[in-house]
């Protein structure tokens, strides 16, 4: 089974300890198979980018995985502008990345 976490707003250095809060809380609780969706995301920094790569790094190594969906074009420019769009599986709808990534 595949866990959807769906941040909402920016997410910054202000608000990236909560969504790393979230997703360290249930992978915790034994989740190995996540989808974040970032339909409702409107500003990625850094830290946001940080907290997703390193979410990525735990489930891998408890043999999961973590693909991400539904990017706004401002959030999708800075995945592509730091390289990261290279590093994660990103759909376009979670319909399609619940069909690739059946957990």
């Known amino acids: 089974m595949t866990r959807v976490i769906s941040p ?5 250095g202000a608000t990236s300890p909560a969504m ?4 360290t809380e ?7 198979h996540l989808l974040i969706d ?5 500003y990625m920094s850094s830290a946001g980018l940080r907290v997703l790569l390193a979410a990525m790094k735990k489930v891998k190594a408890l043999q999961g995985d973590m693909v991400l969906c539904c990017m ?5 420019e800075v ?5 990261f769009s290279r590093i994660f599986s ?5 319909e ?3 069909r690739q990534h059946q957990g």
Request: charged residues 30%.
């Open 96 to 98: 399609e990345a619940l």
């Open 38 to 42: 970032l339909s409702k995301v409107d």
């Open 20 to 23: 790393e809060s979230e997703i």
């Open 72 to 76: 706004q074009p401002f959030v999708k």
């Open 90 to 94: 990103i759909y376009a709808s979670e």
């Open 79 to 83: 995945f592509d502008l730091t390289g």
């Open 26 to 32: 249930v992978i915790a609780g034994g989740e190995r």
């Open 8 to 12: 909402v707003g920016r997410i910054d």
